[in-house]
């Protein structure tokens, strides 16, 4: 069975990561560090601050924007649920803005018209891997005068008119989950410009802890200031070997996606019933899902069957968060909300997107989603 995606851990990895069962440290040591720098320098951003998950990056990013009851972030309808659980953690309301069709990225006029006086923030999400149009979401956030932050845990390594993910927003969350681009086996990252935020979210990720009184702590002084509520959202040294040995591989991770990209594109061309997903101009993808829209009379259900029994794993991402039970029994949400998003979500598929996926395994798959796309109408 090829799956829908997959980590690559070799030999080098796992050295990396036995170095520091070896060594003086297993959770915050050098190595947590060493990450951050390497991923901040590797998208040309002064600051990261690595945590335990992408959700952890997420809720970390909500509270340091200091919401209060009432207070709305908008987030997308297509997207990963976590996006829309961090607003909550943070004690905000999430609001649903459609999406883009051909891109299925937040769309820029949708925002301005579900932004009330009480929107605070709006977090675009990299949906698949490519940047949103953050010039478009920023001039709407400006005029609202509301934070626009990022969920680039599908983007790390994409880049939009040159301009790195991690720069594109005021802060921005990573995910190191082994189906994205780099593998921490959990883990997380906020990218940020601004010193001052880098360290409120360094306290929030340890117990609210204030830093410098555990600087103090380690200069030989027992005292320590817990100054707000914070959680252990603390990634380890053992992560952070794997995460760093694996950013050495990135930029070959990240070139491997896009071939396999353009294998399938090429292959779709002339398909009718499979149509890859828009790429926005001057972007450059990184391709954490390939997803295709399947044609109106296709029945979905039967391909993701048939592609299973071809020995082809696929997925659908993402069932619109507003229609998940727990958001319209909180939030009253439901199907009507964000009508391209609902829509879209019908009839898409993710085929198989991971580097070690071969050409020929890549020409197996488009072959056989092009066959079940063609017997599969409903
Ligand atoms: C993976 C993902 C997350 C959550 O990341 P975890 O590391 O699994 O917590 C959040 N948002 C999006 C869009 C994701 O794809």
Known sequence: MIPYARQSVDEDDIRAVAEVLRSDWLTTGPVVPAFE??????AGIAHGVAVSSGTAALHAMCHVLGLRPGDEVLV?????AATANAVLYAGGTPV?????PDTLLMDPADL???ATPRAKAAIAVDYAGQPCDYDALAAVCRERGIALLADACHSLGATDKGRPVGTLAAMTALSFHPVKHIATGEGGMILVGDAET???LRRFRSHGIDADARERERLGSWHYAMVELGYNYRISDINCALGLSQLAKLPAFLARRRQIAAIYDAAFAAAPDVSPLAVRAGVAHAYHLY???LGADVDRGAVFTALRAAGVGTNVHYIPVHLHPYYRERLGTGPGLCP????AYARILSLPMFPALTDAQAGQVAAAATAAARTCHG
């Open 37 to 42: 720098e390497a991923v901040a320098r590797f």
């Open 76 to 80: 997308p309808a297509i997207t990963f």
């Open 96 to 100: 649903f803005v459609d999406v883009d």
């Open 112 to 114: 301005a018209r579900k």
């Open 198 to 200: 880098a360290k409120r």
């Open 291 to 293: 997803v295709v829209r």
């Open 340 to 343: 391209v998003a609902e829509a």
